[in-house]
């Protein structure tokens, strides 16, 4: 078993604080559908032995920019090349301002099963200010004809540590989501990227980050509010009502393999990981020859049992399930509260890795700062 991830690189206009890999030159869509299902079609024989995708995931970058029937040729060309495949799971990342009825009734019957729509805020100076195009109401409208047109699992972004934004501000932000017809719940805290218009700002000091204080009191609130909802925050930045956790990203924070397909997109087969490289014309170009994986432009990047060992630890205690330190133990031969005995001692005693159910995971209240934590118990490489 393994999961599915096509990076769909395009965007309507970029927003201002956003490092992933796009382009909003929408002319090479058509192009760009039949070149992944070729890379798909290459690199599937390296992947039989690992079974077929169990989920697949269309992120991006705006998925949603692609037609119902550009979908449908994908899941296809998925069936194509494993033809036993069922899955669990069929996620699209989508922007309001994509979300017609046409269309959503279009990506249904093609096979999408959930909707991850990228709100960020309902407020609309603040989604002005990021680049966005569409308004709060656009947004809300869009999940409501969504749920008209059958979805039934959606979750959406929000983004919190806006400079200048009011705890007020966010907390309206929590309150009008939790009134939308969706079962999961992603927030994350807006982070400055240097090769960014925003960061090209904050370096310039016309902009500055949102203080400390204020991105605490914005997560505190954040925590209570779906608390008291019955929501579970079952991993640092997502919450989901019974039933409405997801799929494709769980696995992924189990380290199950996922194949990745488009620019940008980034694979993992159970012992290495490789990355397409970022460019589209530089893709398109290497798939109209192609003939077998060496000729992709991709990057692997051979992790040894540290790296994995590391990155266990890393995703392990982002979840609220934690670390299990006897599989630790089964999988890598070694053990955080062993190896890095004086670390580990030390988070227990301040109260930032606590014991729930036999596994050690970072408490609710101390996950702001947790990769902090977590890098503490890196083992370093021979
Ligand atoms: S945030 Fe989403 S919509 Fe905006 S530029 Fe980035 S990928 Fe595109």
Partial sequence: MFSLYFHIPFCRKACHYCDF????????????????????ALRAPEWTALGTPST????????????????????????????????????????????DTERLEGWRAAGVDRLSVGVQTF????????????????????????????FERMTLDLMYGLPGRSLGGWERDLARALELPINHLSAYLLTVEPRTALGVRVAKGLEQEAPEAAVEAAYSALCEQLSVKGWDHYEVSNFALPGGHAVHNARYWRGVPYLGIGPGAHGFNGTDRYANRPNNPLYLKALADARSTDALPAEWDRLTATDRYNEALMTGLRTAQGLDLNALEVGFGRRPDVDEAREWGDAVSRG???????????????????????????????
Avoid: C
Avoid at 27 to 34: I, L, Q
Avoid at 124 to 150: I, N, P, Q, Y
Avoid at 358 to 367: A, D, F
């Fill in 21 to 40: 890999h796009f382009s909003t030159k929408l002319t090479s869509v058509d192009e760009m559908v039949v070149a992944m299902a070729r890379e798909l």
């Fill in 56 to 99: 697949v995931y269309f992120g991006g970058g705006t998925p949603s920019v692609l037609a119902p029937d550009q979908i449908a040729f994908l899941l296809s060309a998925v069936r194509r090349q494993f033809p036993d495949s069922t899955f669990d799971e069929v996620t699209l990342e989508a922007n309001p301002d994509d979300l």
């Fill in 123 to 150: 407020d609309d100076a603040a989604l002005e200010w990021m680049g966005r195009t569409h308004s709060g109401d656009d947004a809300a409208r869009a999940l409501e004809r969504a749920a008209a047109a059958g």
């Fill in 352 to 382: 930032r890795l606590v014991p729930e159910g036999g596994r050690w995971r970072i408490p609710e209240s101390q996950w702001l700062i947790g990769d902090a934590i977590a890098s503490a118990f890196f083992a370093i490489q021979d």
